[in-house]
T-cell receptor
Framework: GAVVSQHPSWVICKSGTSVKIECRSL??????MFWYRQFPKQSLMLMAT?????????EQGVEKDKFLINHASLTLSTLTVTSAHPEDSSFYIC???????????FGDGTRLSIL | DQQVKQNSPSLSVQEGRISILNCDYT??????FLWYKKYPAEGPTFLIS?????DKNEDGRFTVFLNKSAKHLSLHIVPSQPGDSAVYFC????????????FGTGTRLKVLA
């Protein structure tokens, strides 16, 4: 079946560095992908909608310059956490819809730990 | 403004019995609803979905019921198994699910052997 691949699955880095997370749809094309963030014991909160060929749409309260999103092709979206700080430590998950009235496929998530 | 709510943060059920997880929503534009199962540090795993033109969808041990007038949906798991123990999220979307998902707060299900 359709699969969404997310990479890396786990990142530990120093404060101030930038981290790039990739989300790929493996056997279908996705003009739209979604990026979520989950804090421990909380729900998945949508951060932004990634649109192929145009700018991402950010949810209220999400810093555009902090979380850079690029939808380079119909199968790849990237999220870059710029100048990461400990408060950015979280679990980041992407998803992609395959079509109407079909469940979105989720990646396995990326655990980001900023020291 | 929490558009999708799961009012029970946790639920314990004996193995073999029915588990009922509930979800309420407020946005009338939602037309596609889903249930996902999630383990820590993993992405959500799709369980079952329902479109707004239906009031029931069944897949094996899982049945989802939708009450549009009450803006309420529920997931029934029968019979419950210890392997069902996880956090369950309901999600709602507009535009047939191609739009962003709004997730509920989750219900932690524990099935006791």
């Amino acid at each position: 079946g359709a699969v969404v691949s997310q990479h890396p699955s786990w990142v530990i880095c120093k404060s101030g560095t930038s981290v790039k997370i990739e989300c790929r749809s493996l056997d279908f094309q996705a003009t739209t992908m979604f990026w979520y963030r989950q804090f421990p014991k909380q729900s998945l909160m949508l951060m932004a909608t990634s649109n192929e060929g145009s700018k991402a749409t950010y949810e209220q309260g999400v810093e555009k310059d902090k979380f850079l999103i690029n939808h380079a092709s119909l199968t790849l979206s990237t999220l870059t956490v710029t100048s990461a700080h400990p408060e950015d430590s979280s679990f980041y998950i992407c998803s992609a819809p395959e079509g109407a009235y079909q469940p979105q496929h989720f990646g396995d998530g990326t655990r980001l730990s900023i020291l | 403004d929490q558009q999708v709510k799961q009012n029970s943060p946790s639920l314990s059920v004996q193995e073999g019995r029915i588990s009922i997880l509930n979800c309420d929503y407020t946005n009338s534009m939602f037309d596609y609803f889903l249930w996902y199962k999630k383990y820590p540090a993993e992405g959500p795993t799709f369980l079952i979905s329902i479109s707004s033109i239906k009031d029931k969808n069944e897949d094996g041990r899982f049945t989802v019921f939708l009450n549009k007038s009450a803006k309420h949906l529920s997931l029934h798991i029968v019979p419950s198994q210890p392997g069902d123990s996880a956090v369950y999220f309901c999600a709602a979307s507009a535009m047939g699910g191609t739009y962003k998902y709004i997730f509920g707060t989750g219900t932690r299900l524990k099935v006791l052997a």
